[in-house]
């Protein structure tokens, strides 16, 4: 057998790295290229092949489907978007923002009338994409955040219809029962600095005050829709009573913790209650987890204080056409392929979660136990967050939160150092706006 | 009158041999110099130049000169200087940490023990693991509840924690994890120096009666200490631009405890869009890096 020469393996790494250039720098004018979270999940690929067809037999082109984490996929979109790939973009609720200021998506108002179950999705849905004057993207999933809870716990404390809606009232049962309980938190919500949950839960409970979005546009420029006061209210009734007080709902070790605690830990029966989305149903991996959820699980409203709303936060998930595409009315029979019913009920064989609460009224819920319908009330009293920039406000959330469940500052001095910061804050994403 | 015409046609041949030579290496060496400059030099020269302006990561080509407000903010910012001791007893900690768990490592693989082969492959699995392997493995053993560590801790009655929201125990964990990846490579390096030190020099010095640790001090030491020095710079800088390790572990919390430079510089450019003050925060930690590469290898002299 010949020998692999020193030569030849120099002369073979050359032809493979030449080969992975012309890769990157080719690619064909006929391909269109969507990128989704889940493009490459192994349980999505029938899904995927599905909408490959059918976009290529409206369009003659053929679709290559991309997975990224959101993180990855917004700031390649934002880097490289302007190259024209890819040419429709899946997102969270707070990218088209980003994009619409960084001008790469392509406005949608006057493209629905080729989507034909455009009149089908929910006016609260598509909301969450106007804004501008325009339509800047096409809703596909949605939830609203709600509160999961252990129906054998609550009802030991008599509680058989789910727990207090009061919040001083839910703290001290959460506190009774963490105190009853060696092996269980009463409430847990996720802390974590980082942690993408942390700031919807607490906003959640934000725009309980705010009956609207943390920030709406006057006119002139975004203003704060919340004072010191909410801030303090949800800090001091809700944080600081996580782990601090006569009776914390929570241990100490659960302090900064993700969602993966949250989550899991909820199925595995370490906490009583949690805040949650519908996909809390998707964690079956063991028995113990299945019989969690099919026997001893509900949901309910979150709790609030007596003088608030039922106002929750609200995700829906975006699709989106690059302005800088070759071809827009294909990348529009993209979006309008996956955001169809067909591909709705598609995806809700693999996720349940994804249609529990259907952005289409053409589309049945997935919710088939009863414990589970509020996820649907709490969709409905949902709200959008602004279009705005996050990352200040963010961090500064991330920042009252850690003060407060760390015990470095009260809950009073804690909120009026969030307001003053968000009072401050650039959130304007138009770098060239004032 | 004669002499001077050819010593000036000498000078002259002397002259144009010179100049062609020259011409020459330089016309051989422009298109690397190009290549490095297009590559290297102006990515560089555009991060220093983005320092000095207020520019969006969302509308890049829009550059406004600000001169040195991104520097002076920088001053005034408190969590800059957070992060900026972060970065440093991170990479100090951490560098000091594998030098010397690799040192001790690396006479642990000299000895002639049966089985020593073996070992010397077990101990480099660490290295080759990726980093977000080894934060996922320490972050689900410290999981409150049922992470091992902390089930472990609950059967002997000891606390438990989350550990990596423990503002005392956050940033030992990240050095853990940073010596647990890298000390078998400090180990492999230095056993390699070792190994390259003539058996005369100790077999002359233990004619002499040197100890063990004298041995080891005059003989051991000098002889793998370019290759020791090789390492901590190269580790140093690894270690003070690392972000994996903190970013997948702990984001930066609880309250600011881990926040390193590289965080920082990426909160600002890729979630606050600043690009200006990510910039200028990126061209103190280059000045560091600098700075601290030139001194150590002046000290070393590294000719």
Known sequence: MREISKRDLLKASGAAAAASIAGCLGGSDDQLTFWWVEGDGENYRDLNEWLAETVESETDRELEITGYAYSDLRQNVLTGGRQGTPDVIEGVIEHPGDYVAAEIVEPLTDRTDKVPHFDGFLDSALDAFRFQDELWALPYTGNGRALVYNKDILAEYGYEEGPPSEIGEFMELAGTINEDHDDMNGFHLTTERGEVRVTQEFLSHVYQHTDGPLYDWDGDGWALQADAGAFEAVLGDIYYRLFHGDSPAAGDSYQSAGWETNDVGFTEGEHAMIHCGPWIDGFRDTDQQEEMLDENTAISLLPKHADASDATYMEVKPLMLNAHSNDLDSGMAVASAFSSPEALERLSEIDSGATATPVHEDVESSIDNEDFTAFTEAFENGVAPAQIAWGEVREAIYDAIENVIFDEQTPAEAAADLEAVLREADVNLDPEAE | ?303
């Open chain 2, 1 to 303: 009158m004669a002499t001077s015409t050819d010593r000036l046609s000498a000078y002259r041949k002397q002259f144009v041999s010179l100049s062609t030579e020259t011409w020459l290496g330089w016309g051989l060496l422009l298109p690397a110099a190009l290549l490095m400059g297009v590559i290297i030099l102006y990515p560089i020269l555009d991060g220093i130049l983005t320092s000095f302006q207020a520019r969006s990561f969302l509308r890049p080509e829009i550059r406004e000169f600000v001169l040195l407000a991104n520097y002076r903010a920088l001053v005034r910012d408190g969590v800059f200087w957070t992060a900026l001791w972060n970065s440093a007893v991170l990479t100090g900690v951490s560098v000091a940490l594998q030098f010397l768990l690799g040192l001790g490592l690396a006479l642990l693989l000299k000895q002639q023990v049966p089985g020593i082969a073996v070992f010397r492959s077990i101990t480099m699995v660490t290295w080759v693991l990726p980093v977000i392997v080894i934060v996922i493995v320490f972050n689900w053993l410290v999981q409150p509840g049922y992470g091992l560590v902390n089930l472990i801790l609950a059967e002997l009655g000891l606390p438990t924690d989350y550990w990596f929201s423990n503002r005392t125990w956050a940033m030992p964990l990240i050095v853990l994890m940073h010596v647990w990846k890298n000390a078998p490579f400090f180990a492999i390096a230095l056993f390699a120096a070792m190994q390259s030190i003539p058996n005369e020099l100790y077999e002359a010095a233990k004619m002499d009666g040197a100890s063990a640790v004298q041995q080891f001090r005059y003989i051991t030491l000098p002889n793998i200490s370019y290759v020791a020095m090789i390492m901590i710079v190269l580790h140093v800088l690894y270690t003070f631009n690392n972000f994996d390790f903190v970013w997948l572990s702990t984001g930066g919390g609880p309250l600011r405890t881990t926040e390193v430079l590289p965080t920082y510089v990426y909160k600002q450019a890729f979630q606050q869009y600043a690009l200006g003050y990510a910039a200028s925060i990126g061209v103190v930690m280059l000045i560091i890096m600098m700075t601290f590469t030139v001194v150590y290898v002046k000290l070393e002299d590294f000719d």
